[in-house]
């Protein structure tokens, strides 16, 4: 295969039907190997048909008991890949029918990460949108094919031997993607947006859904940050007591 998607799935079949139909409707969808990340195979392939995901190279499990993080869950679908390329899939993404060639595309030119613009799945609501300017802004619209810092969490292909060889750190890396993308640069890699690969993402639409995600995210993005840069003891207090100034600071960014 060209490409190997990864998709957590611990609810059965149903859970990822959308995100699959539209991986099956990809132009080089024969030279995708689609991976589910399953606490057990079973479960995790419960509800499917065969010709559900029929025309993939290959589609297969990988069982790791219980899912304790997303990080550990695509780590362990990023070693299992056969794939040069591997992708992160969400439940909740929809790629256009040309996504996956782009992305494999922009990676054969020398990006050692890819990631798509987005559109947004459920725009009815000022919630929706609230969601996905705040978690991706910087991937909602380009004309080209641009370098970036960072790129859209959960939604960015890699080439798959830049990620083995963060070792250990691959799990932790992969619970919140914009450390890893730092990281990819300190090693020299290059990192980019391909508005050629398209994914309509399906936000929270409800207020207090959308906050209480937010809340989670920023703990996540906190403790791994800190962990990641080996932030002693007075740094993490000092940024925790800082906490009220964040609203005014993604505000003005």
């Known amino acids: 295969p060209l490409l190997s998607v990864v998709v957590i799935n611990t609810a059965g079949f149903d859970h990822v039907r959308r995100t699959v139909h539209h991986l099956k409707g990809q132009t080089i969808r024969d030279r995708i190997e689609l991976l589910f990340v399953v606490p057990d195979e079973k479960a995790g392939t419960r509800g499917m048909a065969a010709d559900e995901v029929a025309g993939f190279a290959a589609v297969r499990a990988v069982e790791v008991g219980r899912v304790e993080s997303v990080g550990g869950a695509f780590a362990a679908g ?19 029918p040309g996504c996956a060639a782009a992305l494999v595309a922009a990676v054969a030119d ?29 991937f909602l619209a380009a004309d080209r094919r641009v370098e970036r810092d960072v790129l859209a969490a959960h939604q960015t292909a890699y080439r798959r031997d830049v990620l083995l060889a963060l070792g250990d750190a691959l799990e932790r890396g992969l619970d919140y993607e914009w450390n890893l993308h730092a990281e990819l ?37 906190a403790a791994n940050r800190a962990a990641s840069n080996r932030w002693p003891a007075w740094k993490r ?6 906490t009220p100034l964040l609203p005014a600071v993604r505000g003005r960014r």
Not at 237 to 242: D, G, I, P, S, W
């Open 78 to 96: 990023v070693r299992a890949a056969s794939g040069g390329v591997v992708a992160l899939g969400e439940e909740h993404g929809f790629w256009d």
């Open 110 to 138: 020398g990006y050692a990460a890819v990631c798509p613009v987005l559109t947004n799945a459920n725009p009815r609501t000022a919630a929706s949108w609230g969601n996905l300017t705040s978690s991706f802004a910087p």
């Open 185 to 221: 640069r300190r090693r020299g890699e290059r990192l980019a947006v391909d508005p050629a690969a398209r994914i309509c993402h399906l936000q929270v639409s409800r207020h207090g859904a959308a906050a209480w995600a937010e809340f989670h995210a920023g703990r996540i993005y």
């Open 237 to 242: 207090v000092a940024f925790a007591a800082a």
